[in-house]
């Protein structure tokens, strides 16, 4: 009796034993609290029903969920408050974290990477939501759940040049995360599959709502007859500015983006995306969060979920 309850502890990670030393209780046997912290929940819609998923598995399983979001229009301010949950989870000395690390300013951004060591300090286990801390081909010592970015884009682009694109460009946003390097390099692979000579020219990095830049970009010739965009929310944004140039969505321009969720569906026409599976995102983290809880020294992993194709009429 007393060896199975043993092994029903330690399949729920309350307790762990170390050859040669002994059985003792974990970090998550005397706290039951996870932390959650996203950078700018509030202003992507796809974080909301991850957030939500992963609230459920949570208290299913028998955990309070920690939720914290950082949102602000100022670069430094959104730094400090990341450094500030940090630092409160590891005073809290709560069983793991869930982190979706901050945009990159720029290539130096260091403050995720500061993050996540600070946790490593405090032997908080991490698994890293939607995206690395470090700029690819870099990866870091710790587990990532995503969806494999670089063969959606590849596969969205490949896609708008069967529907009849015959110059398609991508559009990114100035500030960034790896994901989107990985979006990049996808889109780059599919325009060299079909013979794009001088593939990174066809990427506009502007805001979307950035109508002189747009204006400029759209002079080009041959003019851009397809966008790939960052995300939905870009797509959105992108589609009522070309339409302030007389542009048409798709006659003129054929537009596509990534997540899938409700303002896609909203759009006019309707936008053709790449669906990220949220609930089986926040599943993988959930479990794996878990597991590295139950076991530290477990290898890390990248876990990279299929993305699906949604074919739409823009």
């Not at 260091?110 to 939501?129: I, K, Q």
């Not at 139950?294 to 990248?302: G, I, S, V």
Request: include cysteine; aromatic fraction near 8%; glycine fraction near 4%.
């Amino acid at each position: 009796t007393a060896f199975k309850v043993f092994d029903g502890l330690k399949e729920e990670g309350l307790i762990a034993s170390r050859s040669g030393s002994g059985t003792y209780v974990t970090k998550s046997g005397s706290s039951r609290t996870i932390g959650l912290i996203l950078a700018g929940s509030s202003r992507y819609e796809y974080f909301r029903p991850v957030a939500s998923e992963l609230s459920r598995l949570a208290l299913d399983a028998g955990y309070a969920l920690l939720f914290s979001n950082v949102d602000s229009s100022s670069m430094s301010e959104c730094r400090r408050k990341i450094r500030e949950l940090a630092a409160d989870c590891i005073k809290r000395r709560i069983a793991g974290v869930i982190f979706h690390p901050m945009e990159f300013a720029d290539k130096d951004d260091s403050t995720n990477a500061e993050v996540v060591s600070a946790f490593d300090h405090a032997r908080t286990p991490v698994v890293l939501f939607d995206s690395d801390i470090f700029a690819p081909p870099d990866e870091s010592e710790h587990d990532v759940v995503s969806i494999d970015n670089f063969a959606a884009a590849e596969r969205i682009t490949n896609h708008l040049f069967d529907a009849g694109a015959r110059n398609v460009h991508l559009l990114m946003l100035p500030e960034w995360l790896p994901n989107g390097k990985n979006r990049e390099r996808g889109f780059l692979s599919a325009l060299a599959l079909h013979h794009v000579r001088h593939p990174v020219s066809n990427i506009l990095v502007a805001r979307p709502n950035d109508l002189n830049a747009v204006r400029k970009y759209m002079c080009r010739r041959p003019r851009p007859d397809a966008f790939v965009c960052q995300h939905d929310e870009v797509a959105a944004v992108f589609k009522q500015t070309l339409e302030k140039l007389n542009l048409r969505v798709p006659e003129d321009v054929m537009l596509a983006g990534f997540d899938g969720l409700e303002i896609s569906r909203l759009v006019s026409p309707p936008l053709t995306p790449i669906y990220q599976p949220y609930d089986k995102v926040a599943q993988t983290i959930f479990q794996r969060l878990i597991q590295r809880m139950a076991n530290p020294d477990l290898p890390p992993t990248r876990f990279y979920l299929p993305g699906k194709l949604l074919v739409r009429e823009s």
